[in-house]
Nanobody, 124 residues
Framework: QVQLVESGGGLVQAGDSLTLTCTASGRTFVSYAMSWFRRAPGGGRQFVAGINRNGDTTLYEDSGKGRFTISRDNAKNTVNLRMNALKHEDTGEYYC?????????????????WGQGTQVTVSS
């Protein structure tokens, strides 16, 4: 099993940058594909970005391409989401999720482990 804790959320202005960090416990972090999801106000969780367990394959939701970068450090058991040029529509609760798999996928139902979330609010 792996336990996930997100950090780095906050209130920013449109155009600002923010980096979210997910810290995982356990020795098997390297076995997990990791992703970030966002729950906008009044909505369900939507895939934002994902990375495979080796860190050599990434996947992005269309609105984040070119603005967001996901990365991982398996030695530190962390996954980061760097978000640049933030927009008001990026507002939401951001969740880190882990899947015991070689491959990264974008389906919410595929993920086994979830953090508690960190709030990102982008003022326009």
């Amino acid at each position: 099993q792996v336990q996930l804790v997100e950090s780095g959320g906050g209130l920013v202005q449109a155009g600002d940058s923010l980096t979210l960090t997910c810290t995982a416990s356990g020795r098997t972090f390297v076995s997990y594909a990791m992703s970030w999801f966002r729950r906008a106000p009044g909505g369900g969780r939507q895939f934002v970005a994902g990375i495979n367990r080796n860190g050599d394959t990434t996947l992005y939701e269309d609105s984040g391409k070119g603005r967001f970068t996901i990365s991982r450090d398996n030695a530190k058991n962390t996954v980061n989401l760097r978000m640049n040029a933030l927009k008001h529509e990026d507002t939401g609760e951001y969740y880190c999720a882990g899947l015991l798999s070689v491959y990264v996928v974008n389906g919410e139902d595929d993920y086994d482990y979830w953090g508690q979330g960190t709030q990102v609010t982008v003022s326009s």
